[in-house]
């Protein structure tokens, strides 16, 4: 198990890495969106030597462009070692610290709960090398508590869509980047989408339990969370999100589980790479167990009692923290029930103005929807972001529209369409329209997925 496992993590790692190195330069390149050169040299005014402990990134060494460029470069390779089973242990370590880097650099362009869950699951994996077992139930543990944490967020948001069992009715349509069938699901019948929204409180807050239960219970508990993942990138793109949580639950299986389904000789293959745990290799990972459960019981501490730890423990906290090694998780709490969609466009007069287009997030009314996993257009998604908050707040925002009216190339290559390709403009304005989806006898009389009403100017 653990060596299918560690092959999946490595096509995980590799495409987390490639997606990341075709847009590093627009996000936080010396002229991108946010430049990390900035964001090091203000925290370097104040972090002191604490620095590396609190923001921890290999840029500190050298945050130029072509480290960047290189950083991605050399987590792709390593990924590709992992894949290979060549310098396991190594490539492991490698792509740890190296996605640790890129998600720390990344400020918010990398805030998603993916950019954590991909460094703690990567660093479990490190340990997973010495074949100890204590590691397949802290991945055990992993899975049930990403799980529950999820259903547990919906119910105390109080949010009224969890509550009355409409959230799929909103979610097919204001979801960032929905897929093509979301198109479909969204005209569902109603009693259809409630039975599912039920179906996935199921899942979320009573299913993980079934994960410290016999194989039989295990068994049913992975085919349910797989489920629920699959039906998830049917509809919509999460990046890697969905095929990570799909990778972990491989430790809901046994090994004859897997034994059906692959060849003989792979079976064969794999058993006898299979490393056998010493006494220090379960020292270690005995240790790194009840660290996390340390750290689990003292959150649960916090939430109870509303007091702050003390200062060591505090100290502990914000460290693994800031590392990604022990995380809350909670995807998906609120769900938005409309679509608000910012518009950006340039004008060299201030009378006659251009629409930018974007290569993912919706802008044409006929632009069709696509699946883009595991890729994750993080300005597309930030765009999202931004609709549903006042213009002010996202600093990125006012960056990025210098960035245009600068016609930095790295920043327009993140685009689908410059419409000022010989000049920047001299004006650029934010317009705010309300978007839904067109009918299904409209869509197919005109092929236009969309229909958009204007809200607002910025």
Request: proline share 6%; hydrophobic share 50%.
């Amino acid at each position: 198990m653990s060596w299918l496992f560690l092959r999946g993590l490595g096509l995980i790692y590799y495409a987390a890495f490639a997606s990341l190195a075709v847009q590093i330069q627009g996000l936080i390149g010396t002229d991108g969106i946010l430049p990390i050169t900035t964001k090091l040299q203000h925290l370097q005014q104040f972090s002191g030597t604490g620095k590396y402990w609190f923001y921890p990134t290999l840029f500190w060494l050298d945050a130029s462009d072509s480290t960047l460029d290189l950083v991605c470069y050399a987590g792709m390779a390593a990924a590709v070692l992992l894949v290979l089973n060549i310098f396991t242990r190594t490539a492991l370590i490698s792509c740890f610290l190296l996605y640790l880097s890129l998600a720390t650099a990344g400020q918010d362009f990398t805030a998603f709960q993916w950019d954590v869950f991909l460094p703690e699951a990567g660093f479990l994996a490190i340990f997973l090398t010495w074949g100890s077992g204590i590691i397949i139930f802290l991945y055990r543990w992993l899975i049930a508590r990403f799980m529950f944490m999820g259903g547990v967020v919906k119910v105390a948001s109080g949010d009224p869509s969890w509550a009355n069992l409409t959230a799929l009715d909103y979610h097919y349509l204001t979801q960032p980047l929905p897929a093509p069938l979301a198109y479909y699901a969204y005209y569902l019948p109603d009693w259809f989408n409630r039975l599912c929204v039920a179906g996935v409180f199921f899942i979320e807050l009573l299913v993980p339990f079934f994960v410290f239960f016999p194989r039989r219970w295990r068994l049913f508990a992975a085919w349910s969370f797989i489920l629920l993942q699959c039906s998830i990138i049917a509809t919509g793109n999460y990046g890697f999100f969905n095929l990570l949580t799909i990778l972990i639950c491989l430790f809901l299986f046994e090994d004859r589980d897997m034994e059906k389904i692959l060849p003989r000789k792979l079976s064969e293959r794999i058993a006898c790479q299979q490393p056998v745990a010493g006494k220090t290799a379960n020292a270690l990972a005995g240790c790194w167990a009840f660290l996390v459960f340390f750290i689990a019981a003292t959150h649960f501490w916090m939430a109870q009692t509303h007091r702050p730890p003390s200062a060591p423990v505090y100290t502990l906290l914000k460290t693994v923290a800031a590392f990604s090694v022990i995380n809350n998780y909670g995807p998906f709490a609120i769900m938005t029930t409309t679509r608000p969609e910012i518009i950006i466009e340039g004008s060299s007069d201030g009378r006659h103005w251009q629409e930018y287009g974007f290569k993912y997030k919706p802008d044409r009314l006929d632009k069709p929807l696509r699946h883009n996993i595991p890729h994750q257009p993080r300005l597309d998604w930030q765009l999202w972001f931004a609709a549903l908050a006042a213009p002010e707040k996202p600093v990125w925002l006012l960056h990025f529209l210098d960035k245009l009216r600068q016609g930095s190339p790295s920043v327009l290559a993140l685009l689908a369409h410059n419409p000022f390709p010989g000049k920047p403009p001299r004006y650029v304005r934010l317009r705010l329209y309300q978007y839904n989806y067109t009918t299904l006898e409209k869509r197919a009389a005109s092929g236009q997925v969309w229909r958009r009403r204007l809200l607002y100017s910025y």
